[in-house]
Structure formats: structure tokens, C-alpha cells
């Protein structure tokens, strides 16, 4: 979304030059300013797109949504399953700056697994845990308590595609974590 707008000021930028471009002569200084002017907003413009798409962070409701969906409905309770595709839904439209909705999510899917779904060494974790995300104060630290869920639920109970999607799903919590 904001690549395009910013692509959107960058074209608007190009358009600007050209019509100053034909509705002056050649030969005034006026035009020459003109250009210098669109050429310096159309370069901030670029600046500006390259520096959001590498200091965006992704949205970690979404993030949680798609670890969510690798996981088999055999490792989730009868009621969470029930639920899930709602579950997703809200996990997709909460806003990445909102830390109780997102600690909330976390909460749901942990509590929404069985205990059977996780690895030998989540007992040995779960009570702090679960403490860390109910007293977490930023999306920063949800997002490494998101990763150490994914990390602690056994493979066996994730989808085929898991082996595919979990490096870029752990990079992009990685990311929502610095």
C-alpha cells in the first residue's frame, strides 16, 4: 500500500516536469528550476519508497493467520477448530499497532492447541511463556513470543507446505521483532 503511494508521488513528480516542460520555452530559467525541482521530488520520492519497503514491518496478526493455517486441525481443539477460519479472519484485519488484539491472538492459538501438539520442551516454557505475552508491551515482543510458538509446536502436526513457508514466516517475525 504505501509503495504504491509513493510510486503514485514519484509519477505525479515525472508529470509535473513534463507539463513545465511544454508550457514554457526552452530558453527561461523558470523551466530549468522547474525540472531541477520535479527531478529533486521525483529522487526524494524514490528515497522515500526504497526506505519504507525496508523498514516495513508485516502486520503480525497476519503472520500469526498464516502460521495458523499450516497447522493440522488434529492438533487443535474441537472448539478452536470450529472457530479457525473466523480465527484467521481477525488475526488478518488486526492492526499490526494494536498490542492487546495481537497478544490476544497469540493467547487464542496457544490456547487453541492441544497439549499433545507441542514439542518435549514447551512444558518447560509454557508458564513464562504465556506470562511474557499477557504482560508484553509492544508488537516487538509478541513477535518473538509468536516465533517461539512456532518453533515449539512438534512438525508433525504442520502442514506439508510448513518446510516451505517457515523460513520466510520466521524471517518476517524476525523482522516484526527488531
Do not use: C, H, R
Not at 14 to 28: D, E, F, G, I, K
Not at 85 to 107: C, H, I, M, R, Y
Not at 113 to 133: M, N, R
Request: proline residues 3%; positive net charge; hydrophobic residues 35%.
Amino acid at each position: 500500500m504505501k509503495s504504491k503511494l509513493f510510486s503514485t508521488l514519484a509519477l505525479s513528480a515525472t508529470v509535473l516536469a513534463l507539463n513545465a516542460q511544454m508550457s514554457m520555452p526552452s530558453t527561461t530559467g523558470i523551466q530549468q528550476d522547474a525540472q531541477k525541482s520535479a527531478v529533486q521530488t521525483k529522487s526524494n520520492a524514490t528515497q522515500t519508497v526504497a526506505k519504507a519497503e525496508t523498514t516495513a514491518k508485516p502486520a503480525l496478526g497476519s503472520l500469526i493467520s498464516q502460521f495458523s493455517g499450516q497447522i493440522s486441525p488434529t492438533a487443535l481443539t474441537d472448539d478452536f477448530n470450529k472457530n479457525k477460519s473466523s480465527f484467521e479472519t481477525q488475526a488478518k484485519s488486526t492492526p499490526a499497532t494494536d498490542v492487546k488484539a495481537n497478544a490476544g491472538l497469540l493467547q487464542k492459538l496457544q490456547g487453541g492447541l492441544k497439549s499433545t501438539a507441542f514439542t518435549s520442551g514447551w512444558a518447560a516454557i509454557k508458564d513464562k511463556w504465556q506470562a511474557g505475552v499477557k504482560g508484553a508491551t509492544s508488537t516487538k515482543q509478541l513477535a518473538g513470543y509468536a516465533k517461539t510458538l512456532t518453533e515449539n509446536v512438534n512438525p508433525k502436526f504442520l502442514g506439508s507446505n510448513w518446510e516451505k513457508i517457515k523460513p520466510t514466516l520466521t524471517s518476517a517475525l524476525d523482522k516484526a521483532a527488531q
